[in-house]
């Protein structure tokens, strides 16, 4: 939190985010996600790379799969987790 906030003093148009969730209880990670859609929505523009897929996903307005260094699928966030093969690696159904 200290971090964003520290990066946000700079007023930037765009915010880059590296696993901002990792490492955090849950609790955290639900306040930590509602912040960036506010910086979001305040106009800043978010790059976020995310192991937690699913609170990326809730965010996101576009969303990129990789694996092993190439994007495998690309679109909005709900068609994504509508696929059968997204929901099946990255989403546990």
């Known amino acids: 939190m200290v971090a964003i906030a ?7 148009k765009l ?5 901002p969730s990792l490492g ?3 609790a955290i990670v639900l306040e930590l996600f509602r ?3 506010e910086v ?3 106009g800043v523009a978010v790059l976020l ?7 990326a996903l809730e965010i996101a307005h576009r ?5 092993e260094g190439r994007i495998v699928a690309e679109g909005e966030p709900r068609v994504l987790m509508s696929q059968p093969h997204i929901q099946k690696a990255y989403l546990g159904h």
């Open 63 to 67: 969303a990129y799969v990789l694996e």
């Open 49 to 55: 790379v995310e192991q937690n897929v699913v609170a």
């Open 24 to 26: 955090l209880a849950p």
């Open 6 to 12: 520290r990066a946000l003093m700079a007023q930037p």
């Open 35 to 37: 912040i960036i859609r």
């Open 40 to 42: 979001n929505a305040r």
């Open 15 to 19: 915010l880059l985010l590296d696993e």
